[in-house]
């Protein structure tokens, strides 16, 4: 642990911000933040969130570290090819900041262990890349009221926006259901490196702005970009009162698996 004057040092330029200083970096300092994927999003999530100085931050992924991955994927390197994503990010992570504390979780996200883990934190960053995960983690933070921001990208263009539960539309109301199972090969389209780059810095500062209650979330609005056109675009979502997940009256009440 650094001594209070460096730590100062450290984040001099957090502490200069009216809206944050010491008392803002201390929330930070307490704050536990889940990165889910430690992938072409989460990269850029997990690094911004370290140097931020959240106090713990989880992530949890179960694949290891490919070549094809190092075009989009900065927070592993080709002496990483073979490792698990999560000690890649660890490694990184800690280099950046020795202060804080970093949970890793070596599996994949289920109805089993989903509301055990993601209960352990105050905000949660879907950096997943299939759908099945995505409705997965929106229906378990929905349960424990957790506020998460969802992100998705594909070939040149990226979305994402923040959802704090039984506030504000969730997920669902604005995609009710997964697509067709034949659809989830869309993951496996072409994507712009520096796409997921630029939306994972967004979800990094949606955790940050929520710790620290400043600014304006990206609640009921989800946020798209085109790189190709530099087009970014704020659509309105409305919380639908009749959502199958977050309506008061009939949503859901356990968690259910959905297609791969």
């Known amino acids: 642990m ?18 944050v200083g010491e008392e803002g970096q201390k929330k ?22 370290a140097a931020a100085g959240v106090g713990r931050i989880g992530i949890l992924d179960y694949d290891i570290v490919e070549i094809s991955n190092l075009q989009r994927q900065i927070l592993h390197a080709t002496s990483d090819i073979g490792k698990a994503k999560i000690t890649s990010a660890q490694i990184k992570m800690n280099n950046i900041n020795p202060n804080i504390i970093i949970d ?7 109805i089993d262990n989903a ?12 950096a997943t890349d299939n759908f099945a ?40 109301c604005a995609f009710d259901e997964p697509p067709a199972k034949e659809l989830n090969t869309i993951f ?41 056109t530099m087009e970014f675009r704020k659509v309105p979502i409305k919380q639908d009162m009749q959502c199958r997940v977050c309506a008061k009256e009939h949503g859901i009440t356990e968690l259910r698996a959905y297609h791969e």
């Open 2 to 19: 650094e001594a209070e004057s460096v730590l100062k040092e450290r984040y001099l330029r957090h502490l200069m911000l009216e809206d």
């Open 28 to 49: 930070l300092t307490h704050a536990k933040v889940l990165v889910i994927g430690a992938g072409g999003l989460g990269s850029p999530v997990c690094l911004y969130l």
């Open 104 to 110: 890793t979780y070596f599996e994949k996200l289920t």
């Open 115 to 126: 509301m055990p883990i993601l209960q352990n934190y105050d905000f949660i960053v879907d």
């Open 133 to 172: 995960s995505k409705f997965l983690i929106n229906d378990a933070c929905v349960l424990l009221s957790k506020p998460f921001s969802h992100a998705g990208v594909l070939k040149y263009r990226g979305q994402t926006m923040t959802i704090v539960p039984h506030e504000s539309a969730c997920f669902a």
């Open 188 to 228: 496996r389209a072409g994507l712009f490196g520096v796409v997921p780059g630029i939306i994972g810095c967004i979800q990094a500062s949606e955790a940050i702005k929520y710790i620290l209650n400043i600014g304006e979330l990206l609640t009921n609005t989800l946020l798209t970009m085109d790189i190709k």
